[in-house]
């Protein structure tokens, strides 16, 4: 069993909808969580981070942390066709340098 | 401010070669990360660099090593290159070490291509 799974998707929907985007992980002494984003030939970019659970909003994103499922969750609302991309999720204990990525779920946003 | 730079974009090897793989923290930054992303494969972790030393390591042989020279940038050399080499290596900086509070950013990476 991997320490950080992702369906690997893709997942499609039309412009405007709610995207939610989901990683399992394995060991519960995880605390960090980050969400990259990365478009294609391109290297991933943060979108977002959280320490231990929670939700955390930035904008139309929203990062949720549930650690009694050990359950991480990326919402995009009123989702764009520039929100196209892979999107990867990480966690870790050690600190953000010590992550574990997901394999990342290919988005589409179609007009 | 500039983000983390790469070089070159593109690296064209025959096996057996030895490829060398560069990169420029984000000023500041004193922790550089090297990934490496296969097809289909995810990011799996190589080398994790800080003030000038190794701070950890991947389950990689050790024909994969690097160095980080005293400005914070640094080199991932890949010996003896196999067919399964080829990916995009990504490297990544934070501006913190230990156990850091602080993200990693990434750069575009280098597409590694063995023929």
């Known amino acids: 069993q991997k320490e950080v799974e992702q369906d690997p998707g893709p997942l499609s929907v039309p412009e405007g909808a709610i995207v939610s985007l989901n990683c399992t992980y394995s060991n519960s002494a995880f605390q960090y969580f980050m969400w990259y984003r990365q478009y294609s030939r391109k290297g991933p970019e943060l979108l977002m981070y959280?320490?231990?659970?929670g939700n955390k909003e930035d904008g139309r994103f929203t990062a949720q942390v549930d650690k009694s499922s050990k359950y991480i969750s990326l919402f995009i609302r009123d989702s764009q066709p520039s929100d196209s991309a892979t999107y990867l999720c990480a966690s870790g204990s050690g600190g953000y340098n010590k992550l574990i990525f997901g394999a990342g779920t290919r988005l589409a946003v179609h007009p | 401010e500039a983000g983390v730079t790469q070089s070159p974009t593109h690296l064209i090897k025959t096996r057996g070669q030895q490829a060398t793989l560069r990169c420029s923290p984000i000023s500041g930054h004193t922790s550089v990360y090297w990934y490496q992303q296969a097809l289909g494969l995810g990011l799996q972790f190589l080398l994790w660099?800080?003030?000038?030393?190794?701070?950890n390591r991947g389950n990689f042989p050790p024909r994969f090593s690097g160095r980080q020279f005293p400005n914070y940038s640094s080199e991932l050399n890949v010996n003896a290159l196999e067919l399964e080499d080829s990916a995009l290596y990504l490297c990544a900086s934070s501006r913190d070490r230990g156990n850091s509070n602080q993200p990693q950013h990434f750069g575009d990476g280098t597409r590694l291509s063995i023929l």
């Open positions: 959280t320490y231990s659970s």
């Open positions: 660099y800080d003030e000038g030393e190794e701070r």
